[in-house]
């Protein structure tokens, strides 16, 4: 068994493609003091995308850094690590980032790539998540952290939600109410890597409680 990470605050790269809602909860989380990290980076792969202005908002480093503009994955994720690592960012929060991460990137940041799937893993991989809960039928869906590997969706499980799946739920509406939770655990799971208590045991995270510390006082003569 494994110590991920140390405690201490981290210094933290978001990956985003989109509206960067996830991105919002996790800044909140972070003014309000629930999370100790810094976001030291934001980087999209989408010109334009939301998720870039909000960050500048907020005096955040942004990037833009097109796919298409390498012969490769290999080479367009050197470029990002290069980034990241100019940033000092010590682990990456993938916030609705559209592409599947590669060698380059799990071998710079191994265990320490998370991403949040809205579905309970390992059921409904990949896209669409939400409307393959609904198409199967399931009663309870929800959403998952987990480590990134080099599979789809397919890391180690640090923490999940659930939702339950009603009659009348279409993909959107099952959207909406997983995304609540989503919001509600992606800063919690990050909360654990800062605390020092993600532990990983081969496939299996396990999550150490925090040790109380016994507190005596000396007699006054």
Not at 80 to 105: D, S, T
Request: aromatic content about 6%.
């Amino acid at each position: 068994m494994i110590r991920i990470m140390e405690p201490g605050p981290l210094q933290l790269g978001v990956l985003a493609s989109g509206r960067g809602s996830n991105f919002d909860a996790i800044c909140d989380a972070i003014d309000k003091g629930q999370l100790q990290a810094e976001i030291k980076i934001l980087i999209s792969d989408k010109n334009g995308a939301p998720v870039l202005q909000k960050a500048a908002n907020r005096g955040i480093k942004t990037l833009f850094v097109n796919p298409q503009d390498f012969t490769g994955r290999e080479d367009y994720e050197r470029l990002l690590v290069e980034k990241l690592h100019e940033a000092r960012v010590n682990i990456i929060a993938l916030a609705g980032y559209m592409r599947l991460v590669g060698p380059i990137f799990l071998q710079a940041y191994a265990n320490r790539i998370l991403n949040i799937h809205p579905a309970l893993l390992p059921s409904f991989t990949g896209l669409h998540a939400q409307r393959q809960a609904v198409e199967y039928g399931v009663k309870f869906s929800g959403c998952t952290v987990h480590i990134v590997d080099q599979g789809m969706d397919s890391g180690p499980i640090v923490m999940q939600a659930v939702v339950p799946v009603y009659d009348d739920d279409d993909e959107e509406s099952l959207s909406e109410r997983i995304l609540e939770q989503e919001h509600n655990i992606y800063w919690r799971a990050l909360q654990l890597f800062a605390q020092g208590r993600v532990y990983l045991s081969q496939r299996r995270v396990i999550i150490k409680q925090i040790a109380t510390e016994t507190i005596t006082k000396s007699s006054v003569v």
